[in-house]
């Protein structure tokens, strides 16, 4: 069976909070809607969107989640086409820990709340699409906690649920692992902290990237 890393996308591969927030504030704008705090929009990074939505106005409808989270999409590429958007960079010495990781025998893949093409332009903007054998989204699955995710990525990567580790820095990560039935790590250099990470089922937290090779064999 291969060894499977699964990681998530965003607060975790890479570093997307600030154009998250900015298209959350235009589509809640397009509402007239007052946006959510920064801070509370950072808290559902991870969800699919209709999640999302649920979580940061709770007292609207159905429908106007949809629509909210329809007027997201159109405004995260509406601001991306037009370079209004800021960088989603890599967080620093991840293809470093990746090639660690590769060398080490592990194979990748991705669980994320984006969508296709989202997942795929980030992907394909860092020059590492080819590394991840896997890519599960928000298009074809139910949201995280759900480990409809994890289980499909075991399947397409040749793995076990002994044999795979979910990599993620929010307590939805950690609570789909589980969920799956899979290790859990949690990493400190994302949108929920330590202490909730472990609180959601984390089995070990990896406080930087540099030490994430040596805490995937240690976990």
Sequence with gaps: MNRLALFDCDGTLVDSQASICQSMEEAFALHSLVPPERNAIRRIVGLSLVEAMRGLLPHADDAQHRAL??????????????????????????????????????????????????????????????????????????????PSMIETA?????????????????SYDMMMARAGNVRALGVAWGYHPPEELTAAGAHAIAQTVAALPAQMEAI
């Design 69 to 146: 989270a329809d007027d997201y999409k159109a405004a995260f590429f509406r601001l991306r086409s037009s370079g209004a958007l800021a960088d989603e960079p890599l967080f620093e010495g991840m293809v470093a820990a990746l090639d660690d990781l590769a060398a080490a025998g592990w194979v990748f893949g991705v669980a994320t709340g984006k969508s296709d093409r989202g997942l795929l332009r980030v992907l394909d903007e860092h020059g590492i699409r080819a590394r991840f054998v896997t890519l599960q989204t928000a298009d074809r699955h139910p949201s995280k906690p759900h």
């Design 154 to 170: 075991i399947a397409e990567a040749g793995a076990s649920p002994e044999t795979t580790v979910m990599i993620g820095d929010t």
